[in-house]
Structures are given as C-alpha cells and as structure tokens.
C-alpha cells in the first residue's frame, strides 16, 4: 500500500494522461477529419481508436518485424537501415505468442515501457532531487508537447525505458546488469551507446576510490572484472547489429549512411543553431518547434553544468548534441528521452509552484494540439 501511495503520481499521471489524448484523438478523428481535405492518416490496425497511435516510422517498424532488412534501399534512397531492431522484434514475439497483430503488440510494449520508465524517472528524481522534483519530473513528461509519442508505436517509450533503467544500475554500481541493459538500449536507438559515458564516468571513481584515500592511485581488482564484464554487451550488441547489416547490405554502418535519405548531413551542431538565429529563413517551418526546443535544450545543459552532477551532465550532452550533429528535424521528439534535462527543469520549478502549474498547463494545451496534428499526420509532428 506505502508502494502504491508512494508512486500515486506516475499511476495518476500515466491514466489520465493517455485517456486525455485518446480523447483528443478520437474527436480529431470524428469532428476535424471530416472537413479536412486530403486524408494522411496511416491505418494499421481494424480499429479505429487504435490506429490513432500509428504514423509515420510506424510503417518501418511493422516492415522491419515482419520482413526484417532489406537488402537495397527504394527508389527515393530510403531503407529500414535507419531502425535499430530491438522494438520490432520484442513486438514480433509478443504477437506470436499472443495472437495480437504486430501493432497491437507495439502499442502493448510502448505503453507498458512508458508506466515503468516514469516508475523509474521517479525513482532516480528522488535519489537525485527530492519527491517534489520526482512527481513533477513525471507529471512533465506525461503532459509534455509530444508526450503522445509514448503511446504511439515508436520506440521512444522503450528507450527511455532502457536509459533509465541502464542508468539507475549504473549508481548503484551494478555493472553487469548495467551492461546488459545499456546493449538493450543500443539495440533499440543507436543513441543508446552514449550510456557508456556515464558507465566510464562511474565506474573511473568506483575504482579509484579506495587508492585515493590512501593517497595512491590503486585499482581494485575484484571490482575491475565486473567492470569490464559489464562494458562488453553494449559493444557486442552494435557490433552484432553492424556485422547483420554488412550481410544484408554490403555496408556495416548502412544505418548512419542512409541517414542521408532523409536529407540529413552531419556538421557541428552550434554553427547549426547560431545559423537558424542569424538566418531564420533557412528552418524550414516544419523545424521551427525543434530549432526553439534545441535551444531551450542547450539553456538546460547549461545549468546542469553548474549542478555539478556529471553523470546526468555526460548523458544529457551526448543525448542533446549528436541529433543536433545531423540538424534540428525531430529534435522535439528526441528531447523527450532525455530524461536528465526533465530533471533539471523539475528541479527549477519545484519550488515555484505558480511557475510549475504554468508550465504544466502550458505543455498540456500544446500537447492537445500536437495531438490533432498527429492523428491528422500533419507534417509539424514528424
């Protein structure tokens, strides 16, 4: 009973969020569908209060469970490469087991991967913070503008599942289980792989810490064999992913070269930035809510520096500045996984209330908006 008072905030949040943008989605459908022009929407699933989750890479991910990779990309130079497999292929075992279609089972392991991570973001928020910056680090997520993906069949809700998870067990110590979490989080995002920083970064104190007290620099042996142990799955985890896309395709790194498909060229992520303030012009307008959320993004890793919290710091600018590597599109989207900003920006707020139910109502009309944008598979979404 302590368990469930204790995490009231992520049931709550998680319930009543989901139900407002189902809601959302089903008047979107019954009363704004039908006096738009042109019909986007993307149907895999007989029903209609369902297919309100599917758009987009949903596509590629049914694709990639039921066909696996494909030898040669299309005639547009896209391909699956670009998808990492670990959601497509949990989500085909579950339908083999279970009966249901590939998408409900997506829509199974988003949604149940969405209720553990914010059991887990509450956890760490506490271990890190304090209650109320953990309850309002959950109830920001669940109302965040574009929260909606995690109910969505996209792999965000696993892998914030993962990078919790691998993270949680990382302060705690528990490399090897910290290890196989983190390759479980590479096989779902490529991103993934920048849970080794703050692995690297715990596990350098763990093992200098006792030399350090005695005034030596002396690594303690019984510790650096699970140490090692536990960075091996994440590396073995992107070389196997590596090593089957060289057999299907000729090219290892086939899922960083397709990228270009998608009109993406990789540079430094500030001249990137700086040139969308001097020459607004040159964001496509489908960008403009990424190009303000990466700046906002960069405010937050700023004041994480001054946190002095370097194991959420390493992850958060791995997590903020590779996306930004190859420019700001879906930067909106991808911010929502990384969980150490929504700490940060908790933490600033939990002793603000006005400020913080501002904020959260804020986030919530915008995501109610999102919501009709993405069940009309309008292009400000993507």
């Not at 040669?72 to 670990?86: E, K, M, R, S, V």
């Not at 059991?119 to 506490?126: D, S």
């Not at 490399?175 to 096989?187: D, E, F, N, Q, S």
């Amino acid at each position: 009973m302590g368990t469930l008072r204790h995490y009231s905030v992520v049931i709550y949040g998680f319930t009543l969020s989901r139900l407002t943008l189902w809601v959302v989605g089903l008047l979107t459908e019954s009363h704004i569908r039908p006096v738009t022009t042109g019909d986007g929407a993307l149907r895999f699933s007989q029903y209609r209060w369902l297919n309100l989750w599917g758009a987009w890479d949903t596509g590629w991910y049914i694709g990639l469970a039921q066909h696996g990779y494909q030898p040669l990309a299309g005639p547009d130079g896209q391909a699956n490469w670009a998808f990492f497999p670990a959601y497509p292929a949990i989500a085909n075992g579950i339908a083999r087991v279970t009966g249901l279609s590939i998408f409900e089972a997506m829509l199974v392991i988003s949604n149940l991967s969405f209720l553990a991570a914010l059991g887990l973001v509450h956890r760490l928020a506490c271990a890190e913070f304090d209650r109320k910056t953990a309850d309002l680090t959950v109830i920001l997520l669940c109302v965040a503008p574009g929260s909606y993906i995690f109910s969505a069949a996209y792999t965000e809700s696993l892998f914030l599942l993962c990078l919790t998870g691998a993270f949680c067990l990382i302060r705690s110590r528990k490399w090897m289980a910290a290890g196989t979490v983190a390759a479980a989080a590479v096989l779902t995002r490529n991103l993934g792989v920048g849970l080794l920083l703050p692995y690297a970064w715990a596990t350098a104190g763990s093992l200098f810490s006792d030399g350090k007290a005695a005034g030596k620099v002396r690594p303690r042996s019984p510790e650096l064999v699970g140490i090692v142990a536990g960075v091996l799955p994440p590396m073995f985890a992107l070389a196997a992913f590596m090593l089957h896309l060289r057999s299907r395709t000729g090219d290892a790194l086939a899922f960083v070269h397709v990228q270009k498909a998608w009109g993406r060229s990789f540079g430094d992520p500030f001249s990137r930035l700086l040139e969308g303030v001097f020459h607004p012009d040159r964001v496509p307008d489908v960008n403009g809510i990424s190009f303000v959320v990466a700046w906002l993004a960069i405010g937050l890793l700023v004041k994480l520096v001054f946190m002095r919290r370097p194991l959420l710091l390493v992850l958060a600018m791995f997590l903020t500045l590779v996306p930004l590597t190859g420019g700001v599109a879906s930067f909106a989207r991808y911010v929502l996984v990384i969980f150490p900003l929504w700490l940060v920006l908790a933490n600033g707020l939990a002793a603000r209330p006005k400020a913080a139910t501002a904020m959260i109502a804020i986030f919530a009309m915008l995501n109610g908006f999102l919501m009709v944008a993405w069940t009309l598979a309008l292009k400000v979404t993507m």
